[in-house]
């Protein structure tokens, strides 16, 4: 467990930095490792709108059931706009 690694992917997921993203998890950064407010950097990619970290992620199967759902949720909180997008 590399916690620099796993605190690097959830700013870049706050940001929207896929490179950071892709990077960070392949060198090992742990998915499901929580932020300080206990949400992932999947949950907080998608509290912020940035779509392209879900669907990469989504595509990845890096999400679990429970993160699918609070991702839904937090998307529908976004705006009509994004959920027309999903």
Known sequence: MNEN??????????RG???VIESSISQ?????ALSKGSMT????AAGE???NVVDF???????SMRE????????CTQSNRI???L
């Open 57 to 63: 992620c989504s595509n990845m199967e890096l999400m």
């Open 41 to 44: 950097a999947l949950m907080m």
């Open 17 to 19: 930095d896929m490179a």
């Open 68 to 75: 699918m759902t609070l991702i839904i949720l937090l998307l």
């Open 28 to 32: 090992g950064a742990n998915v499901n």
């Open 49 to 51: 709108g940035y779509l």
């Open 5 to 14: 690694l796993d605190e690097l992917l959830i700013f870049a997921a706050i």
């Open 83 to 85: 959920i027309l997008m």
